[in-house]
């Protein structure tokens, strides 16, 4: 239960900051090099064009979780 809710606020973190990039079409993940790297001879026309696809890509994110050991605490905390 922990590690899914932990990976639902890296998730959510994630999304955030992608849709802030995508609002300031600001490219700081690098998408466009990936599309590059990838499917070069489509990136030549793409990147002519890029600063109006970025915005509107759609990223699937998927978070994965491991707590690998989980602490706990046998004496009492003193006031």
Known sequence: SIEK??????????????KKAQEWDTDIFAFGDAVHRKY??????????????????KVIIEVETKINEAGMITKHIKK
């Open 40 to 57: 070069p001879e489509e990136w030549k026309e793409l990147k002519l064009k890029w600063d109006k696809i970025f915005p509107n890509i």
């Open 5 to 18: 809710r932990e990976a639902n606020v890296i998730r959510n973190e994630i999304i955030s900051a992608l």
